[in-house]
């Protein structure tokens, strides 16, 4: 039974350019949630999702950052036009049911140069 | 503001010692309490949670403590292995809340 997987496992993009997340949740998890963890910094909550619905995005920036989960394929954590700041390593959770354990995936690191 | 302090930043414990990590909390409708263990490139792993409705569980090697009037949790490794050597970090959550509200972190070192 694999676990909750995220590609690319690193990124690397130049300012301005968009950079594009993906989580697949455990197998039987409908429940997505999106974490960034800035350098010697504990995670951060961003956004949590279900199939064709954002539950709660009260942790997103309000700007250039989106995130998706369709009816079919991975989340997406979408950030366009980056910037410097924007470098840390995101990470997918994904859990059963609401409330329930939430299992991480190996994060992505982004890089912007 | 922090809701979840986290206490020490770095810890370096001989092995076969005991690591002690400790967490204090602000908001009292918090009712579960994990702790997650992260190697370096890894994602965090779930290594043992606590509900407020005991003072304390022991899972091996590793145990919480619960003192819900002071609002502090702390984990116990006993008998520490240089495996053990990682990055804890405590986290509270709210039934019927998403998120996860993490501490900034333990970074451990087990000296051989």
């Known amino acids: 039974n694999a676990g909750v997987m995220q590609n690319p496992r690193h990124l690397v993009r130049r300012r301005g350019q968009e950079a594009r997340l993906r989580c697949s949740p455990m197998?039987?998890?409908?429940?997505v949630y999106w974490y960034r963890q800035l350098p010697e910094e504990g995670l951060k909550f961003m956004v949590y999702l279900q199939k064709e619905n954002i539950i709660d995005e009260s942790g997103m920036p309000k700007e250039r950052f989106s995130a998706e989960f369709p009816k079919e394929g991975p989340s997406i954590l979408r950030i366009q036009q980056v910037v410097r700041g924007d470098s840390a390593a995101y990470f997918c959770?994904?859990?059963?049911?609401?409330?329930?354990?939430?299992?991480f995936g190996p994060g992505t690191r982004l890089t912007v140069l | 503001q922090q809701q979840v302090k986290q206490s020490p930043q770095s810890l370096i414990v001989q092995k076969g010692g005991i690591s002690i990590i400790n967490c204090a909390y602000e908001?009292?409708?918090?009712?579960?309490f994990p702790w997650y263990q992260q190697f370096p490139g890894k994602g965090p792993a779930l290594l043992i949670a606590?509900?407020?409705?005991?003072s304390e569980k022991k899972e091996g090697r590793f145990t919480i403590s619960f003192n819900k009037s002071a609002k502090q949790f702390s984990l116990h490794i006993m008998d520490s292995q240089p495996g053990d050597s990682a990055t804890y970090f405590c986290a509270a959550s709210n039934l019927g809340d998403d998120k996860i509200i993490f501490g900034k972190g333990t970074r451990l070192h087990i000296l051989p």
């Open positions: 197998k039987g998890h409908s429940h």
């Open positions: 959770a994904s859990s059963r049911l609401d409330g329930d354990t939430q299992y």
């Open positions: 908001n009292t409708a918090f009712d579960y």
């Open positions: 606590i509900r407020p409705d005991v």
